[in-house]
């Protein structure tokens, strides 16, 4: 069984939620986010027997993005879970342009990242898009929009990159830090409402998304494909 002792494993969006799982889950060389104090928490707080560096990117910066890839080297895989918050605006009667800087990160800083990365033999890049791909609950079109381009383009780039492997991960609803602009009353419902819908009768913890991150890594014969890791949401 293959492992990841040894490899270089970049992660954009390290210092918290499932970045951060994927960091604690894979020996990484590399985490990275946008945040200082979250990097040094990061770095203090991963017990690895691998080494943790931190990196500081603007992913809605192409400049930003493609200098933080040149400066770190070879690598073996590229993960990008980087996005922003979730908040009213994201919410219905969303308007599509303010949505811009979201994509911005969510998308063209993971392509540009995955375009000018240099990767080593047997490397991959994943993505991250989210359950509104497959079934948006009412006014979330932009977002799944949003994702829904992440999704078409993981088998664009599988082939383009090829022989680098690339996929995506769409997690359904995580306990993350993601939901802390939201008022604890709000975020508390919809935490209970989503347990109570999903077939395996519980909210997410990022350890569990991560999982399939690892996966992907690993599995050399898979590119192109999208995992749904959201408990049974679709069947919901």
């Known amino acids: 069984m293959s492992t990841l002792q040894g490899k270089i494993v970049l992660v954009v969006g390290g210092s918290s939620g499932i970045g951060f799982a994927v960091a604690k889950y894979a020996i990484i060389s590399h985490a990275v986010d946008t945040t200082v104090k979250e990097l040094t928490a990061t770095k203090a707080e991963l017990k690895l027997p691998g080494e943790v560096d931190g990196e500081i990117v603007d992913g ?4 930003s993005v493609k200098s933080l890839v040149n400066r770190i080297g070879e690598i073996d895989h590229l993960v990008w879970t980087s996005g922003d918050s979730i908040g ?25 990242a995955a375009q000018n ?6 490397g991959s890049v994943i993505l991250t898009t989210g359950v509104p791909v497959k079934k948006p609950p009412p ?5 799944a929009g949003i994702g829904g381009a992440i999704d078409a383009v993981v088998r664009g780039l599988a082939v383009d990159l090829a022989p680098i492997r690339v996929n995506a991960v769409s997690p359904g ?19 209970e409402d989503t347990k109570a819908k999903l077939l395996v009768k519980h909210v997410a913890k990022p350890e569990e998304i991560a999982e399939a991150y690892i996966f992907l890594m690993k599995c050399e014969y898979i590119t192109g494909q999208r995992i749904d890791v959201d408990g049974g949401n679709s069947y919901a």
Do not use: Q
Request: glycine share 6%; no cysteine; aromatic share 12%.
């Open 117 to 122: 990365a240099k990767f080593r033999s047997g």
């Open 60 to 63: 809605e910066e192409s400049a």
């Open 173 to 191: 609803v995580v306990d993350t830090e993601i939901w802390g602009n939201l008022p604890v009353e709000t975020k508390n419902k919809i935490m």
């Open 88 to 112: 009213p605006s994201m919410t219905p009667n969303t308007n599509p342009f303010e949505s811009s800087d979201v994509f911005d990160v969510r998308f063209w800083g993971a392509i540009i």
């Open 139 to 143: 006014g979330y079109s932009v977002i």
